[in-house]
């Protein structure tokens, strides 16, 4: 009966989802739907928190406790942050200035893009935001710049999505708090991944560049301007937002501040960089209010039903019936974890990263750590992992944000354009399941 039940169970969310319907409310909906079920049939074995159920009061609990968890504060200040930097219109002088400097060097204008990449990844750490702000920007300056659009393409898309692993990340935040992980360890230990990822990027860049010139041309340093003048330009484009992620990051890595009041810092700090460019009025102010509350509310959406759905599985023995399963392959500790993080990497080609971190990754933790996993590690290589799920045909969010900023484009090349890209992600998990003190220094 545990069997058939969470076969069910699963079933069903996979059949609506593909329906269409708001995934939030599809987890939500089969989790009371079930529980309801098993009610019915007096199968329904509840935890002691969760005795006598009652659908109503189930709901209610799910959702007061996910809009009262702590860890949950800084989604919304980073989020936030992130809107705001937008509209200061920080990352568009910062490419133009650090393209100036660097059309000498060959594939000049790409790692531009990787390194103004890395500084929103830093101040924003949202993947729709990163990913429409790079293309709307980049991808005419590249254009004209002529460079090949596959190159663009992939680059613009692979950089946008760096906000998810290199902190502060809104998906390492989440983790956190489903895995009960303290969030500023998982921020000190994706640094150095998503650096590594970023670096890969510009190597790959220079090397198309050198091997084919014709698809990454250099260019002379402007006429009139010294190199001297074109570095006191960027180097003053630099300064506020570096201020602001040292200040945020800084003080979660060094101990300073936890996480919620480095978001509020952050939060007052991209506020006053756009006060400071000018570029903020009344109407944009509310814009980015109005953005980041229902931003929020859908994310807080995700949670709470992604709860409801994990109380009504544990209800059915699915997490005994998981656990099992898993313990039951004949694997050593490491074989495990590999076969998971390809679980994880297969799901990403249809599922967003909302759904596995809420749904799968609770229920494998303890699995992997009582192997002797380390928690934190895990939750890495799975941040990483899922990564890829933004660069993954067919439901990679991140080729759709890509193709609606360069409506010219036909899909399928956006899909040949990420592939490289998708290759040095995998090679960056490799990278951090052989050496895990990448992850864990």
């Given amino acids: 009966m545990d069997v058939l039940f969470v076969f069910l169970l699963f079933s069903t969310f996979l059949v609506v989802m593909f329906s269409g319907y708001p995934i939030a409310f599809v987890l939500g909906g089969v989790a009371v739907g079930f529980a309801s079920l098993g009610t019915i049939l007096d199968y329904f074995s509840v935890d002691a928190d969760m005795a ?23 989604m919304s200040m980073f989020v936030f942050m992130g809107m705001m930097l937008d509209k200061s219109g920080v990352a568009e002088r910062l490419l133009t200035r650090m393209h100036s400097l660097l059309r000498v060097v060959p594939g000049g204008m790409a790692v531009s893009v990787v390194l103004i990449g890395v500084v929103l990844a830093a101040s924003t750490g949202i993947i729709g935001a990163s990913v429409m702000l790079l293309a709307t920007i980049a991808m005419p300056a590249m254009r004209g710049a002529g460079y090949d659009d596959r190159l663009g393409l992939g680059i613009v898309g692979a950089t946008g999505c760096l906000g998810i692993l290199i902190p502060p990340s809104i998906m390492l935040i989440v983790m956190g708090d489903q895995l ?38 250099a260019r002379a340093l402007e006429e009139g ?12 484009s630099l300064v506020a ?44 102010f509310r814009e980015v209010c109005e953005s980041t509350g229902l931003t929020t509310a859908f994310l807080f959406a995700l949670i709470f039903g992604a709860s409801c759905f994990s109380v009504v599985l ?12 898993l313990h039951a392959i004949p694997l050593p500790p490491t074989g495990t974890l590999i076969l998971i993080l390809f679980i994880v990497f297969l799901l990403g080609f249809f599922l ?34 899922l990564q890829t799920s933004f660069l993954t045909p067919p439901v990679g969010m991140a080729l759709f944000y890509l193709k609606n900023a360069v409506p010219d484009v036909e899909i399928t090349q956006v899909y040949r354009s990420v592939l490289p890209f998708v290759a040095m992600q995998i090679g960056i998990l490799v990278l951090t399941l052989v050496f895990p003190k990448l992850a864990l220094w």
């Fill in 352 to 385: 967003d990263w909302m759904e596995i971190i809420l749904i799968v990754a609770p229920l494998v933790l303890p699995v992997l750590t009582a192997l002797g996993h380390d928690p934190a590690w895990v939750a890495i290589l799975m941040a990483i992992c």
């Fill in 314 to 325: 544990r209800g059915y023995g699915g997490d005994e019936l998981i656990e099992g399963a």
């Fill in 180 to 217: 009960q992980i303290p969030v500023g360890d998982l921020f000190r230990g994706a640094m150095i991944p998503g650096l590594l990822l970023a670096m890969a990027y510009v190597v790959y860049a220079v090397i198309v560049a050198i091997l084919h010139p014709e698809r990454a041309p």
């Fill in 225 to 236: 301007r010294s190199a001297g003048e074109v570095v006191r330009d960027l180097l003053g």
């Fill in 52 to 74: 006598s159920l009652r659908m109503i009061g189930f709901v209610a609990n799910r959702i007061f406790d996910t809009l009262s968890s702590y860890s949950l504060i800084p």
């Fill in 241 to 284: 937002p570096l201020l602001l992620v040292i200040a945020v990051l800084g003080s979660i890595v060094f101990g300073i501040a936890t996480p919620t009041e480095a978001s509020g810092v952050g939060a007052a700090g991209a506020t006053l960089i756009a006060v400071a460019s000018r570029r903020l009025s009344w109407a944009d």
